[in-house]
């Protein structure tokens, strides 16, 4: 079977195992980001647990191409242990780097950054939301 | 490929043994490789009779004499001698075409371009089956329309079009009518005489029959003018020049025999085929049948599958050969042209898979690849939004 080229290992291990998928645990707070809509091809939803201003823990649910999935998997690790300036400054040119992402879906790594950035618009002691 | 199964053949299909055979007769020293157009001697005249007895079992198939088949690349380029050959002979007569929005880009950027030249073309929206009405096609026509193009099978969904009521319509008032049959010959049948087709496009390559050839069908009585599209050694009555390939067009002939041999068997067989794969993937919720369910080629399934990314499920399944309508799988800005003529929303279009079947499609193959197909949509829905918002947790 000849590899894809349209798709980096890590980007295809990453589609597949979908590492942090899925939700926090059950009654867990969490800030949450959501952006994209399905009717343009991505929407990705990111949940992220904190504690002492960082987070703890990260989860994520998309809809998307597996670039969009390998992502979502990578900032849930990425993130764990930022701080709400970190997720405001997020720049989805680091996951393109790191995932090697091909130029023709830059648009849909703009979608990340979005959920990223509305995630740290519902910071605690901004604006709070849970699961 | 081997360890792939192979569920793409709207796209291209293997190459039937018996054709091989009848084409590697043609390329080996012992062979008939000579040049077809080379009748001063034994050689040339036998290479001929392989290119005369192809024209003869291509015409068979589709009900037209054997002085009416002109040889080409493909489909492709008989579509756009058909469309830009026809509309430039008669450009003094009128400037008008009709087509459909759902036609193979052979046809529509053909027309673009005679857009350019200053002709107008209206491109009729099919209904949510992917059926063209013949009413339409009646309501669209001018006193200055030239010539009308509908496909034969959509290559995306494999709905059929009702070709003999337009073709009637065409014909009572004097103008042409083209038929891309790239999908379907051979797998439905067709006849130019009783469809009333003026110019019929074939190809061999979705036919169990090698790439790289195909042929246009003329209407001869009344002879039918054409502008030819290249110029060289005035092969093909000078409506295409070139040397002819003659184990291409040797493939396409017997692969066009074989058709006309196996139609109903393979049809049926396929049929069956299809009916488990969707009877399989319609269980799970959310899967719907893109195109008419009555009036369709057996060999084509296409579905859309509601929650899922259709890139994100070929990804998904390496070991299937398949095709979908996302716009990333695609790489193009724009999700299914196709399904988004059915009116289909862009949310649906990108959640879209071509499942197309063959000759040599097995039952096992489809049972493994509906399994398989089930098993990556449900994952794929666990990980996405709806789930949450049901309450699902993976």
Redesign the interface.
Known sequence: ?SG?PR?SEEV?RR??E?SG???LP?GCAAVLG?AGD??????V?LAFAVSDGRVTEARF??????HV?AVASWLTERLKGARRADLENWDWREAAAVLDIPA??FG?LLTLQDAVRAAARNWPGEQRST? | MSNVIYLDNAATTAVDPRVMETMLECLSATGDYANPSATNHAPGRRARARVEQARTEVAALVGAAPEQVVWTSGATEADNLAILGAARFNRTRGRHLVTSRMEHPAVLDACRQLEREGFEVTYLKPGPGGIVEPSQVEQALRRDTLLVSLMHVNNEIGVAQDLGAVGRLCGERGVLFHVDAAQGAGKLAIDVVRDGIDLLSLTAHKLHGPKGVGALCIRREPRLGLVPLQFGGGQERGLRSGTLPTHQVAGMGAAYRIAADEMASDAERIRGLRELLWNSLRALPGVELNGDPERRVAGILSVSIDGVEGESLLCALPDLAVSSGSACASMTAEPSYVLRALGRSDRLAQSSLRLSLGRFSTRAEIETAAARIRHEVLRLRAIGLEASVAGGRL
């Open positions: 079977m894809d798709y295809l589609f597949r979908a998928a899925g939700d059950a959501r399905r009717e343009q091809g991505a929407e939803l649910r998309a809809f998307g191409c597996p999935m023709a879906k849909r699961v």
